[in-house]
Nanobody, 118 residues
Framework: QVQLVESGGGLVQPGGSLSLSCAAS????????MNWHRQAPGKQRELVAA???????NIADSVKGRFTISRDNAKNTVNLQMNSLKPEDTAVYYC????????????WGKGTLVTVSS
């Protein structure tokens, strides 16, 4: 019954912005570290942003200063605000929920496609 559903992907011009959202259900959302990963065709999947239960964040160097991750525990959502988008940001973006307690869990959404192109 665990479900992570991403939304907000689409086509945007270089320099533009998009906001991605991930809605979680079937988990105690506040118990999980939430992450955004991305994968472009033919390239390795990479972690782009993470946010802890308490709201501390880590951002990949490749997107630092342009992307912001946030969470709303009351709404069971995690967002990724993407600004100053570049063609290199084109990828499928995946929402991921992980914890180590009480038993260790790892859940993934199906992904949403972001295309940055003129």
């Amino acid at each position: 019954q665990v479900q992570l559903v991403e939304s907000g992907g689409g086509l945007v011009q270089p320099g533009g912005s998009l906001s991605l959202s991930c809605a979680a259900s079937g988990i105690v959302f506040s118990d999980y570290i939430m992450n955004w990963h991305r994968q472009a065709p033919g390239k390795q999947r990479e972690l782009v942003a993470a946010i802890t239960r308490g709201g501390s964040t880590n951002i990949a160097d490749s997107v630092k200063g342009r992307f912001t991750i946030s969470r709303d525990n009351a709404k069971n959502t995690v967002n990724l605000q993407m600004n100053s988008l570049k063609p290199e940001d084109t990828a499928v973006y995946y929402c991921n929920a992980r914890n180590l307690w009480p038993k260790g869990s790892d859940y993934w959404g199906k992904g949403t496609l972001v295309t940055v192109s003129s």
